[in-house]
């Protein structure tokens, strides 16, 4: 697919957890646009290649750069390997997460740490930074999800805490930057048909069909569905929208 007309054109952009899934989706949409995307990857150099080259292929302008979030010093380590590549920033996606499949009664103490500082302590810092770099009417798009705003998945509440974390963080921030001109907003996606869900959401016909009917819609949410929402709100199309939470689980909720 070709570079569209380019509503981001002459933008820069950095999304976190950049290479596969949500993420994937969202950089090449935003290479469609027209901007310049920094593909973040935590470990997986290979598939931050290809989604670079992906980008590339149908015209777009981007590069990779790696930095495990989620551990000590984090989020200086993510921004010095993008200043070595761009000078300024308009978009910041933070993409990047994990999640922790136990019941609150079984939960380990260092799993809790670890979605915690992957999901909510590495997007405050990356963008604690980051806004230092970016250019006034620049937009901070965070991953946010369903499950912060329905319980209907508890083995996941540490996640979903998490998720929770990242809305407050979100509202407030939008005040914080809105007198620069730049808005803040979280999208919430459902259940999406990536990697990281096939082992459970491809397991049978079964699964996929009841997760289809979660959907007002019918059908499971693919990474363009999130993409599609994420480039409105990073274009002058979303200017007039921030601090809002965007229920993108296709109806899930309703």
């Not at 019941?103 to 999901?119: G, I, T, W």
């Not at 990697?195 to 019918?218: F, K, Q, V």
């Amino acid at each position: 697919m070709s570079v569209l007309a380019g509503r981001l054109t002459g933008k820069t952009a950095l999304v976190t957890g950049g290479s596969r899934g949500i993420g994937r989706g969202i950089t090449e949409r935003l290479g469609r646009e027209g901007a310049r995307v920094a593909v973040h990857y935590g470990s997986n150099e290979t598939a931050a290649k290809e989604t670079v080259g992906a980008i590339e292929e149908a015209g777009g302008s981007a590069f990779a750069i790696g930095a495990e979030l989620g551990v000590p010093g984090d989020a200086a380590a993510l921004w010095a390997e993008f200043d070595k590549r761009a000078q300024g920033l308009d978009i910041l996606v933070n993409n990047a997460g994990t999640a922790v499949s136990d019941p609150f009664e079984k939960l380990r103490e260092d799993e809790y740490e670890r979605v915690f500082a992957l999901n909510a302590k590495a997007p405050f810092f990356v963008t604690q930074l980051g806004a230092q770099r970016l250019r006034d009417g620049g937009r901070i798009i965070n991953i946010s999800s369903g499950l912060s705003h329905a319980s209907v998945m508890p083995h996941l509440v540490a996640y979903s805490m998490t998720k929770g974390a990242l809305d407050v963080f979100t509202r407030d921030l939008s005040k914080v930057l809105g007198p620069r001109g730049i808005t803040v907003n979280a999208v919430a996606p459902g259940i999406v048909d990536t990697d990281i869900n096939a082992d459970w959401l491809r397991a049978s016909d079964e699964a996929w069909a009841g997760a289809a009917a979660m959907s007002a819609l019918g059908r499971v949410g693919t990474p363009a569905d999130i993409a599609d929402v994420v480039a409105f709100l990073a274009s002058d199309d979303g200017r007039w929208v921030t601090g809002q939470w965007i229920d993108a689980t296709g109806g899930s909720l309703a």
